[in-house]
């Protein structure tokens, strides 16, 4: 998994102002956001969130500031995900068509036992995305850092980290190997556990899997 990138053109002080804007009107209410701080101990290479560029040809002078929401929502079928609150909507327009209790990134950190000075940070990342792929049957193909968190040694052929049966039934994937998958620890569900992705209980999966196309936006915060 990969850490947050504080530096990336998405924590850019007016984009991310009007983000909060949009993600309060997305929910219908007050939420907590919440951001990772400090730096990482490994760098890495950072996610590429999807830049807003939409522009009206003319200056947009909305009447209110929720118009002003509007304008700036997604067309179509997108998904947004509160990590503080582990919570998935499903959404269209200003509309809720489904919400998931989920398991997004725990925080926590795991030093690379052949270099003290690199490791990883399990955080779920923040910012614009796009659902780009969406798998049924997924298998897991496991990084480093889950043989080095059991104390397994780390094999040399790549068919020995091809594990299945644990992502779920599907996968959603938005890029640098995250994705929304199932989970085997359904009672964790609503907390903080995971190494980055997103976990969901079989049957949002399935919705998400069936009504979320290729293409759509995801927004994290």
């Known amino acids: 998994m990969q850490p947050l990138n504080p530096s990336s053109p998405f924590f850019k002080p007016i984009f991310f102002k009007v983000l909060i804007g949009l993600i309060w009107y997305l929910t219908l209410g007050t939420v907590s956001i919440s951001l990772a701080s400090g730096s990482a101990i490994k760098k890495l290479t950072p996610h590429q969130p999807l830049?807003?560029?939409?522009?009206?040809?003319?200056?947009?002078?909305?009447?209110?500031?929720?118009?002003?929401?509007?304008?700036?929502?997604?067309?179509?079928?997108?998904?947004?995900?509160?990590?503080?609150?582990?919570?998935?909507?499903?959404?269209?327009?200003?509309?809720?068509l489904?919400?998931?209790?989920?398991?997004?990134?725990?925080?926590?950190?795991l030093k690379d036992p052949r270099d003290p000075n690199k490791g990883w940070v399990f955080e779920t990342p923040r910012g614009v995305y796009a659902i780009l792929n969406k798998i049924k049957n997924p298998a897991w193909v496991k990084p480093d850092w889950a043989f080095i968190e059991e104390g397994e040694a780390i094999p040399t052929k790549s068919q020995d980290r091809i594990e299945t049966g644990v992502l779920g039934d599907y996968a959603l994937?938005?890029?640098?190997?995250?994705?929304?998958?199932?989970?085997?620890?359904?009672?964790?569900?609503?907390t903080n556990v995971t190494h980055g992705c997103i976990r969901l209980g079989d049957e949002d999966l399935e919705y998400l899997y069936r009504h979320v196309p290729t293409g759509a936006t995801l927004i994290i915060y």
Not at 72 to 82: E, F, N, R, S
Not at 98 to 109: L, Q
């Open 98 to 109: 489904h919400t998931a209790v989920a398991s997004t990134g725990s925080g926590a950190s």
């Open 51 to 96: 830049k807003v560029t939409a522009k009206a040809k003319t200056p947009v002078q909305p009447s209110s500031g929720t118009s002003l929401m509007q304008s700036l929502a997604p067309k179509g079928i997108y998904v947004v995900v509160d990590t503080a609150q582990n919570t998935v909507y499903v959404r269209e327009g200003n509309k809720i």
């Open 173 to 190: 994937g938005f890029g640098n190997g995250y994705f929304i998958h199932g989970t085997l620890y359904t009672r964790m569900l609503g």
